[in-house]
């Protein structure tokens, strides 16, 4: 698959809505170029649900304007507030060999959980260059993978 501008390769937003359960999604061997993001999840801050079981593999990004990767848990009123919430859980999450580059003004990579709400994740030979000032308080249990700016939520 082929996705060229867009938001890129998303899940959600989740929670608030009539359904908020997503559950065994599997993007593979894709290439994302001139989008917001490579690979989204994205949930609704304050409110309830899951994610569970979604596998990224084999994804080429280029030209990434906000986020190479992004797990963001504070979205509210159009954008992210920087405070995350933990009413949307994210378990069994695999993000393996994701590459390429980001635009300059972007982050790299956005992950922002609530407490005890992110679980399970696996990054595995991820690497997104070109990007600024990454912006991560959650580090995934298994893979190599190194978010430059770890900060506390």
């Not at 998303?10 to 065994?24: A, E």
């Not at 309830?48 to 509210?76: A, H, K, M, P």
């Not at 959980?113 to 696996?122: K, R, T, V």
Request: aromatic share 6%; charged share 10%; hydrophobic share 30%.
């Amino acid at each position: 698959m082929v996705c060229d501008g867009g938001h890129g390769l998303s899940i959600g937003s989740v929670g608030g809505k009539s359904k908020n359960d997503v559950l065994n999604v599997l993007f593979t061997n894709s290439v994302v170029k001139n989008s917001e993001n490579g690979a989204r999840i994205k949930t609704n801050s304050g409110t309830t649900g899951s994610v569970t079981n979604v596998e990224w593999s084999n994804i080429q990004v280029s030209n990434i304007s906000r986020y190479g990767i992004d797990v963001q848990q504070d979205y509210l009123n159009g954008g992210p507030t920087g405070v995350p919430t933990n009413g949307v859980t994210i378990t069994g999450i695999t993000i393996s060999n994701i590459t390429g580059t980001a635009a300059s003004s972007a982050k790299n990579y956005y992950i922002l959980c609530g407490s005890d709400s992110c679980s399970g994740f696996d990054f595995v030979d991820v690497s997104i260059t070109g990007g600024t000032d990454d912006s991560c308080n959650f580090t995934p249990t298994a893979g190599n993978f190194e978010c430059a700016c770890l900060v506390t939520a």
